[in-house]
């Protein structure tokens, strides 16, 4: 096929579709799935997904505005010195601006069609507040440095790719796509096509991996000093824009990706396995199955599991690839470290996390 565009299937029916088409519909279960900008919405149910969306800024700016009022009823009552009064009214201007930021950001790709009311219930997972931000400063407003955290996490994944081309990639969970974009820039795919369900995180990728600047402020909430109560970023991408032909972008389910079997000549799983699936077994042979025969699942991350993740599924290095040779993969080369994740350029805060990555080859 002449692009993995062409191996997209309906969520619903597995009906091929074309992404292309200024309204993409399904011919068989006639399901049409809207855009978030331009950027496709290929989910099972398109327009619970946007209300969720909606729901979220709504939910953040009801946060923001008490967060607001509560500071503002502490500044009346403390009667706070000079320095106090800087840093308190700094924190209003940060998470105003914060909010303001992300609105600008989001309200204008959403279609303008009219949903129908829709209760929380309804939106089940979809209605998820918008928590991973942090990673679009690290991933596209940090400055590069040797021993960065994006520098880090690709020299990983070279070290086990060990110079192979990847082909036709497939990046599910790509969040701020950073890591989509630097194995593409260096010419390990031929074709990259990034998948999340993050809004933001995908919209604020799209528009700087296509060229532009998008400005988004960093509200500290634990301050140590006056200087770093917020910083403006502005992220944009390191080494020039990808164009559309190459570098593609679909909000989906990451966990039954709505592609056509076999097309793939490598997954990529950043942060992913421990987060998302709920049994990894499952979720290895949906890999297997998306992967053409001697296609390659690469992956990179802490096995940190979830809190709510029964003790039995929260697998070890060793479990992980003993599960993925039972599925039918020969486990490649493999490297672990322990490396910084999203310590703040801000506040100089974050943590330490052991880190595998891996590459298992598709055998059966």
Known sequence: MPSILDAVRCPRCATAIDVRAAVISCSSCHQRYPRLGSI????????????????????????AALTVQVIEQEIGAADPLPLARTRLLGMIDAVQGQVGDINAILRPLFPRDSLEPVNDEALGDFLAPLTHIHYLYRDWGWPAEPGGENERALASLEAVIDGQ??????????????????????????????????????????????????????????????????????LKSPDGPLGEDRFHFLLADALAPPFQAGVFDTIVTPWFIDLVPPDLRDFISTTSQALRPGGRWVSIGPLRYMSNMPVARRFTREEVFDLAERAGFRVGKWKAESMPYLVSKLSGRGKIEWVLAFVATRTL
Do not use: F
């Open 40 to 63: 496709p919405i290929l989910l099972s149910e398109p327009q619970l997904y946007l209300t969720a969306c909606r729901r979220q800024l709504a939910l953040l700016e009801r946060n």
């Open 165 to 234: 081309a990847l082909g036709r990639t497939l990046v599910l969970g790509a969040g701020g796509c950073r890591l989509a974009y630097d194995l593409h820039r260096r010419g390990h795919s031929s074709e990259t096509l990034a998948v999340d369900i993050d809004p933001l995180l995908l919209a604020v990728a799209h528009s700087v991996i296509r060229g532009g600047t998008v400005t988004l402020r960093e509200a500290n909430a634990e301050i140590d000093e006056i200087e770093h109560i917020a910083k403006a970023w502005n």
